[in-house]
């Protein structure tokens, strides 16, 4: 075989005789090689379109989150807290509290029962990082009254600090947290209020860590934990914590420190917070949108290097891109809860270009008037008792025959339809698979086969490359070997003339 030096494998002494050589040789096989460019090209393509359905994906996700978050209650009725001393008291609300104004006069303010250490003799000539050099069990009780005693074991290599860390690793169970001040060992409940806790363990090991209540000289000092009191509009309560969440519907209140006078606190509707939501909602559809007119663009057709945009002529992107147009700037299905019909009612627009919009002043102003007549035309649901059916349509009954009744959940409102377009796109159902997926599917599918028409296709000009090449080998052998003859013979033949 010819020695191999060429980029394609073939010797570049082939076509010293017959004149066709590597360049010969690749100039046939390209011109055979018209399929493969175009399965290519094709590839290239499918490739481009995934890519670009992926990206619809990403922006489809984005909006479609924005498109949930209007349909979520606490959007509409996020709550802005005031004080007139937030060092001492403040309040948080969820999208349940009403906008209301109290006054808050706190009389004490909640603390955890503690016990301080009386002093550890150990700790004189050494650090808190430093072995204590005691051991034994410590144990509590645990905070389930149900639950075991919890026991944690102390080991001469322990340092002070080591004991805290062990004694907090348990204070899910127990209750009750480790610190060191000044060298001593402080308990304390997690919790604040009038509960109490003990802490009980071998007799040298609590003398060594100054909690023996026995020892006269150095007896821990303990202090039983208060209940925060406070006055809400005159009313007395009395709870074991300073954040209190069970007085006000919705309401939190969060006591800081002890007042002589009322402090005023008050919530107020959240007005900006939708405001910003829609302002997103309309900032992604029109990313979405020039997303997809990019990618659908077919150009100019009649002018030789146009260039389409990889989805030109994909149904389901034209599809896409029209329904959500009709939805934006459409009327929703019949919402009795609002008196809004159309979205510019609201200061949703549309101009000539498709790009969406929002006036911002007139939706605040709508916001102001009537919060729950806005929040209704973007979503609203109501579930209502309805018999519970099998997958045949009939109705299930109980052991007394009685039908089993379940909740019905009915949506309203512009957002619905939207959030069904997005899921038909985006997730799969039972039984039935996404847009998405479908065309993810199909890309994947037409990249294989085109992969393995491909290899097919490769092989074949390579076998047919080896067969040029072993064709115009022999043919160089032969005329070499028919030029050396020739030699010989005209050698041969002046040999005879000079004779």
């Known amino acids: 075989m010819p020695t191999v030096t060429s980029e394609t494998g073939i010797s570049v002494m082939l076509g010293s005789y017959s004149t066709i050589g590597a360049a010969q040789i690749d100039q046939m096989i390209e011109a055979e090689s018209g399929p493969l460019v175009r399965m290519n090209n094709e590839k290239s393509l499918i490739i481009e379109q995934q890519n670009a359905w992926k990206d619809v994906r990403l922006r489809m996700n984005t909006f479609f989150k924005t498109i949930e978050t209007l349909q979520k209650n606490e959007t509409w009725n996020s709550k802005l807290a005031t004080s007139s001393k937030p060092d001492k008291v403040t309040i948080t609300g969820t999208d349940k509290a009403q906008e209301d104004n109290f ?79 000044d060298n001593r060992l402080v308990l304390s409940n997690v919790d604040t209020g009038e509960t109490d806790f003990e802490v009980r363990g071998d007799t040298s090991l609590m003398n060594d860590l100054g909690m023996n209540k026995d020892d006269v000289n150095n007896a821990p000092k303990y202090t039983q934990g208060i209940n925060a009191k406070f006055t809400i509009d005159g009313m007395q309560v009395e709870r074991p914590s300073n954040n209190v969440d069970d007085v006000v519907e919705g309401v939190t209140i969060h006591i800081h420190e002890k007042t002589e006078e009322p402090v005023k606190v008050g919530l107020k509707r959240d007005l900006d917070k939708p405001v910003e939501t829609l302002n997103a909602f309309v900032e992604q559809y029109n990313e979405l949108m020039s997303f997809l007119n990019e990618k659908t663009e077919v150009g100019d057709p009649s002018k030789k290097d146009n260039k389409q945009g990889p989805l030109a002529g994909d149904s389901t992107a034209a599809r896409l891109q029209s329904s959500l147009k009709m939805l934006v700037t459409g009327i929703p299905d019949q919402n009795s809860h609002t008196t809004f019909k159309f979205p510019s009612e609201l200061g949703l627009n ?150």
């Open 103 to 181: 006054d808050i006069t706190v009389q004490q303010v909640a603390t955890s029962s503690r016990q301080v250490s009386g002093k550890i003799d150990k700790m004189d000539d050494k650090t808190i990082y430093d072995e204590l050099g005691t051991s034994g069990e410590l144990k509590f009780d645990s905070k389930d009254p149900d639950g075991e005693e919890i026991k944690i074991q102390i080991d001469e290599k322990d340092s002070l600090k080591d004991i805290t860390n062990k004694i907090n690793n348990e204070s899910k169970e127990t209750g009750v947290k480790a610190t060191i001040v």
């Open 350 to 499: 549309v101009d000539k270009k498709g790009v969406l919009s929002l006036d911002e002043e007139k939706f605040k102003e709508l916001l102001k008037e009537d919060p729950d007549n806005v929040q209704n035309f973007f979503y609203y649901a109501e579930k209502t008792l309805v018999e519970k059916k099998d997958e045949f349509g009939n109705v299930i009954k109980d052991e007394d025959g009685k039908p089993v009744m379940e909740f019905d959940k009915k949506e309203f409102g512009y957002t619905v339809k939207l959030n069904e377009l997005m899921n038909s796109y985006l997730k799969d159902q039972a039984g039935q698979k996404s847009v998405y997926s479908t065309k993810k599917e199909s890309y994947e599918k037409s990249l294989k086969d085109l992969d393995e028409r491909i290899d097919r296709f490769t092989e074949k000009l390579d076998k047919k490359r080896d067969y040029y090449v072993r064709t115009f080998s022999r043919l160089d052998q032969v005329m070499m070997q028919a030029e050396q003859q020739m030699a010989t013979l005209m050698t041969q033949l002046d040999s005879f003339n000079m004779n």
